[in-house]
């Protein structure tokens, strides 16, 4: 538990969550070469996200080359970097500034030569993104491993940090033959939400929520983020990755470590990761039970206005790989603070009114008889938009007009918008050469330790594979 006299040592609200502010960037020159540039994400995330990055910063200059086995040319890759620059909104002078520069190099990512060429071509201070699946990553480390590299190199890379537990070991220990740790970023993009690295200040800089983030007054956590997204063409990914892999190992344990872990004495890379491996450390499934996992997939149903397939009848779907698209986990962490409190993770795809947040539900007061809450919840809920960064805070109030009556009021706290996306904001550290919002290595690790019980039962198919229609709310009794 946090010593609360000593507020010399408490995070400065003003400089909470100590994300880097874009307007300082360093007008340092860089390149990012970016190998799996023909990737749906280099396109959707990666590109725009830079985009936003250097539309703020104005001062910060970057030139994208792309790279990927498949030839290019350089005309077609300027339009594609164009166009994806501008369908995110980006400022014309920062389009045409990266689109002038930018350009393709045809590049095998597991041949030392070659990426020896690539970097060569690299006109700023290298930075090499490897957004490829999970199995490339370590090809690439071990042909790097094969040439000198620039002493000023920096490496990102892209989730899911290996297969499982056994290769993410791997994948570190290639990465490690390459960089330091401190040159190395791996990228998940929650750590750029504006609600997770608001976590800090909102549980650190209100005495009255510190006081209570415990489990003398919390009875459960929910860290839920169901989307109404479904497959969006991304079988050759999903399919192959599940919710479980694609969102709960990484993110949402992300998020879970930022809510339940102890104070760091400083917001710097090494005090707040240490405190979130930490924590990691002491997470485990309830019970230790794999059962208490649940898995289910979605059927047919309408979404919104757009009618969903079955997930099996999705095209490029291969049905015998039972993945699911909605995946939950009951977690316990084992510190002082969260005993006995159960930790509920859930993602799922195409569900209908989705819920993202972060409820802390706290546990019902002992109000004098004749004033029960009006429902069978606990008193006050405290809720922390995933998207948007709203803090909603349910309490009981008494009615105006009825003193006996107690009624659910909601208070509700909006920050604004930030200037950033999550995953612009995780850019910016990467070019800004902070690794604060990087997933350090140990807890990319701890990350897999947590769900190898699950994914091992689950391969066994010990879990049923549940169905639920697209559009609903999903399994209803879990
Ligand atoms: O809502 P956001 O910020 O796009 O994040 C959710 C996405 O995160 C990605 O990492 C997952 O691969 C996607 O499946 C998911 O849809």
Redesign the pocket.
Known sequence: MSDQSDTTTQPDPDTVPGIPDAESLEPTKRTIAILGANGDLAKRLLIPGLGEVVDAARDISLQIIGAARTPQPNEEWRATVRASLEDAGIGARTVDALVSTTEFIPTDASDPDELRALLDACTGSPILYIALPPSAGRKVAEALAQIDLPDDLLIAIE?PFGDDLADAQALNAALAEVVPEERLWRID??LG?ATVLGMLGLRFGNRLLEAGWNAEQIEKVEIL?D?E?GLEG?AAF?DQTGALR??LQ??LLMVLALTAMERPDAVTPTDVHDRIAEVLGAVRLWKDDPSTARRARYTEGRVGDRLFPSYVDEPDVDASRETETLAQLLLQVDTPRWQGVPFVLRSG?GIGDPRREVAMHFRRSAAPTGLDAPDGHADTVLRMSL?GGAVHLDLIVTGADDVDGLRRVELEADPGAATLS?YAQVLAGLLQENTLLSVRGDIAEQCWRIVTPVVTAWAAGETPLEEYEAGSAGPTDW
Do not use: G, I, T, V
């Open positions: 989730k993009h929650f939400n983020y989307e997204l991304r999903y694609d969102m990484s993110h795809k998207k999550a």
